[in-house]
């Protein structure tokens, strides 16, 4: 099986990143593909970089296409989600929706944690995209500066323990969401300083994708996630000029 | 004052129309500007046409922000709403958003009438993220092909007077919003067919957005849509990679 | 454009002043009309105050139709909102749904903020009734004696904008509507010491009538607010009886 | 105990029907108090209507008070029900919340049945003033012209057993609440013929009124249905004007 | 009339101080059954000992239902409900179930109140069943040992009351529900200590099952609460496989 | 690694059906283990068969917890749900909320397609307990007598598919869940003749237990899932007496 892991920010080392994680949890004969933006920022925080971000992404969907059988959509806050589902024929899995659905099992309300106070806003409209507000406890983001993207989970590990820590016991989360592709991997190091279950969402998301994959499911011919009909444009992507074109 | 009327749609004669519907509503002393896409699809209908138009609605911003005192986003669907109200210095109204809620000071319950059964995922998802489906008696749209965008309001003139009418009396509706830009200024033509108030979201947007302006809002220094932290970028339009770098 | 501004509450000087911010946004063509209620409280904070100022309002509007293209009722919680938007030919709007569905163009969510703690049930049974709850951050109300309903915006001024700005700070409000008939006018002179927008529920809601005659909305024939068939009745004002009885 | 049958109706043979019912409910010690409005419409159908009916109400409650232990308003709709709990020193229950909530204890969903269409709009802002939409499978309404208010229930007793049953079979209502002061004693005498249970609202709320009374709850000093602070007034009916400036 | 009064608990003394609080608010006329589970845990406070404390209420009502012209199932929580009222023939009501449709006419939103802290993600999940989540100010839990359950209400009396004025006075609930069948009777005696009503759940109990009975209502033969197709079993106890059998 | 799955029921062909479906989904190193109720119903269907359903479970759990990674309540309507969540040191997952949650990545709403009437008012409740409500587009159930359970989904093969057919065209699903334990394996024989997505909630339950054991989630030390303190018990299963008395 082959799973694209398409990261709509440009920073390359957090992609590579997002791979290691999803290879500890992929099964043996799935294939990790990860795939960084071309352009863009280096990580999206607001929705006015999500709304580029998103259309990125459906240019390296259509160019990555082929031999796919399950896409993650590798940025927490999903961008660009229900038009990569529209568009892909096969399943497509957002790191937020992964998560959150993943956290759904492990408590009755979860809390999702991060590492930038900027990206609140975006998070909660994600939170909300998926109709999951009655079951989201808070957003608790360390709001603090850091020295880099890269390094952001090493620098705030134990501020987002603790952070993760008071989402339990001073929210009510029954379980906690840590939020943001540079967080990747992060869970299971500080899983034992939190009482309630931690979710790494790059691994809930390989999961997800694979599931999805195996299950067999088809391609909607009809609803929300048919493919829409072919639509001429300009200046466009060639790839996705092709997509929304019509192209197999 | 100078209201930019943005079209992430591609067919400068539907900006055209809308441009025209729009100084029949403004104030003598609003300037009206139309703005067409340069790249993108005729029409917007689905939400992966959305995502793109949306980051393109962003380019248009940037590159005629300069003296505007309120931009309309006219497309109904409002692509790039959130992202547009955070980057720009002055109030951003969607045609979708205008049109619902003024459509809420005629009603309790309201329907959306429009030319296209594709439009209907994108529209609802839309209706959601204003937290205004309990106020949605029903989306309503004719399938059945047309011949132009320019001139589909006319080939569907009785068609959607019928529609409309069809909202009010089997979905309950209380008022009608007549959604997309296509059908600009069409309202006024059929409102005495429909036994309920029809709403023309061109011209409650532009109404909507002048109202903003004259208000004197300024702009949030704070919560959801205060303007982001300055962001490095690759890739973008120049005028884009200002703005979201900090650019004044 | 005739414009009637009508107040339930029984404060002439609250009306004088009313009209005056009214007549600030108002277009150039559009003729303000203050009335005042003969008889009730001098400004309505219950909902038993609500109760009969709403049925005052009705006899203010019966007597005050001729003429008229769209009507305020202008005291913040709506009082006889549904009432008078069944019996009334031309279009109304309620200052607290003026000032929220424009708060909505600015925001995510937005706050209340008003100058009584007796405010607060009758309050948020109104944006409960505008289905507006999921919008809404907080209502926030000086708890503080003042001197007099007609200098409470003087006496409060810091106050008010203390309390906005907590709104901001500690609610997550985007945006703040200022609540109340007596606070007329305060919007504009606090604006700059508020983090986020502000919004003038007078102001708002002149443009908001503006706009709605404007549109040329016909009255509905059908559903929620078409006109009620003709009922007998003993004992009403002459010019309700003969509303309710089914006079043009 | 002494329970007040508030009608806010103008039409005596229906409160006599009404408190007719309520004795056979009613405990031993129990006395019920008829009492018709003096003023307003033989029946209330409409949201005007219901406003005057409540300010009416709180003339009636006002001069009616000495010695009550519960009171009842005795109109589906229940107007003027929050003002009147204010300022009530005893409990007061309204027919439909009292009915509504009834049902909930046999139900998953119920629905609303009563006798004309011109009070849909009405009864559902009443169910959603009491947060129960979730439990509501859907209002029916027979709409049809009837001879008088006084004997509609026997004109249309086959009817409303016909339209309560499709409630059951078409609405997925797991109960029904006969809906409306004229329809009073109804719902004994059609029950074999609906597949589930019928709630005679009268009854419900005699019951529920003096079950409050019974379970010796005290006035609330604080919240939502605390006595407002003393208010002056003008032109307000003397005993309501005595209650509103904080007559004991 | 005979209420069953079923506690699903096995401490017989509880049960004792249950009947003796429903003799106080019955008719002259009802007879109260107290009824003890014969297995199970002294007092429930998860979902695990609810899961098995309603299937053995199920069993009690197997083997009483003969003559019982209604239900109680006495144990906050309501273990069992759905069951109960789809088997019984005659009308069941849960302890939390009525005090807070109760707590609902005396309140817009009310608070629970009990004595210990484990009792918290069963109560909610019993609100959230009941669809009066958005009536909900606080769950409001004692979190200290205490020395026995059956004087637990004694030991706590103090704390209970400043339990419930917090409810009023911080989470802004208009009643407070006094919750669970150790604190029957409590309310009576510290209800002048609490500015807002407070509910005994087992009194309200009392009184809305003989509601239910004297409404006289029948047994749904259609929807969620008809008696359910007989079906053969194994293992259970014999009067309890004879009612899932069929047997009337 | 080692999951339990658990059916509630007594017909241990059809435990072995879903043990045959969970395997082909499993990964190599996984065991599934088959439990079978040892007492109880052929197939749970209503609210009271799940009551005592769910407390089989909890004994079984407690009889077969040693060694075990995860555990699949194997019921749709997932009896006991909470209350193994609370008890297990594990993951437990149940198939209505696998497929449900799983369906949540393939649509904005699904809908729950089975075979038998009776199921409708408990897999509704279910839907709620999971806050899904939203997300539900209908529940669509064969109402025709079968031969067996264990047949069943070859009995209705055709009618099943015509059904979650119409579940797409007619109420707007995007995707379904065929529900139901007897149901397992149906989905991909079906697949092609359904225009959307199937899932196969054994199949989902399968790989989301999996997921949940391979991410190494803890058990919550607080919140609603942290295992209950210990407590006194009469009359249990052993097993389960000791479980809940507190042994690990």
Redesign the interface.
């Given at each position: 099986m082959r799973l694209l892991l398409l990261n709509p920010n440009?920073t390359a080392s957090v992609t590579e990143r997002m791979a290691a994680v999803a290879r500890t949890?992929a099964?043996?004969g799935t294939e990790v593909v990860p795939l960084t933006a071309?352009?863009?920022?280096?990580y999206i925080?607001?929705?006015?970089?999500?709304?580029?971000g998103?259309?990125v992404a459906?240019e390296m969907l259509a160019e990555n296409l082929a031999g796919a059988d399950a896409v993650i959509v590798a940025a927490f806050g999903d961008p660009?989600l229900?038009?990569?589902r529209?568009?892909a024929p096969v399943?497509v899995?957002g790191l937020a929706?992964?998560g959150m659905?993943?956290a759904?099992?492990?408590?009755?309300?979860f809390a999702i944690v991060s590492f930038a106070r900027?990206l609140g806003?975006w998070y909660?409209?994600c939170v909300?995209?998926?109709?999951l507000a009655?079951?989201l406890a808070a957003i608790r983001l360390v709001d603090r500066p850091f020295g880099s993207i890269e390094t952001v989970q090493d620098e705030f590990e134990a501020l987002i323990a603790e952070t993760a820590e008071q989402a339990?016991?001073e929210d009510?989360?029954?379980?906690v969401v840590l939020a943001g592709a540079p967080l990747a991997g992060l869970?299971?190091r500080i899983?034992?300083r939190v009482?309630?279950?931690?979710?790494?969402c790059v691994?809930?998301a390989t999961?997800?994708a694979e599931?999805?994959a195996?299950?067999?499911?088809?391609?909607?011919?009809?609803?929300?996630?048919?493919r829409?009909?072919p639509?001429?444009?300009?200046?466009?992507a060639p790839a996705?000029a092709d997509l929304?074109g019509g192209a197999a």
């Open positions: 440009t949890v099964a043996a071309p352009r863009g920022v280096p925080s607001t929705r006015a970089e999500a709304q580029v998103g259309a459906l660009g229900g038009a990569l529209e568009l399943p899995v929706e992964a659905l993943t759904c099992m492990l408590s009755r309300r900027a806003p909660r409209e909300e995209y998926h109709g009655p079951r339990a016991t009510g989360a029954d379980a869970a299971e899983a034992d009482p309630v279950p931690l979710v790494d691994a809930a999961r997800q599931t999805l195996l299950l067999g499911v088809r391609k909607a011919r009809l609803g929300n996630f048919r829409p009909d639509k001429p444009s300009s200046g466009l996705l929304v």
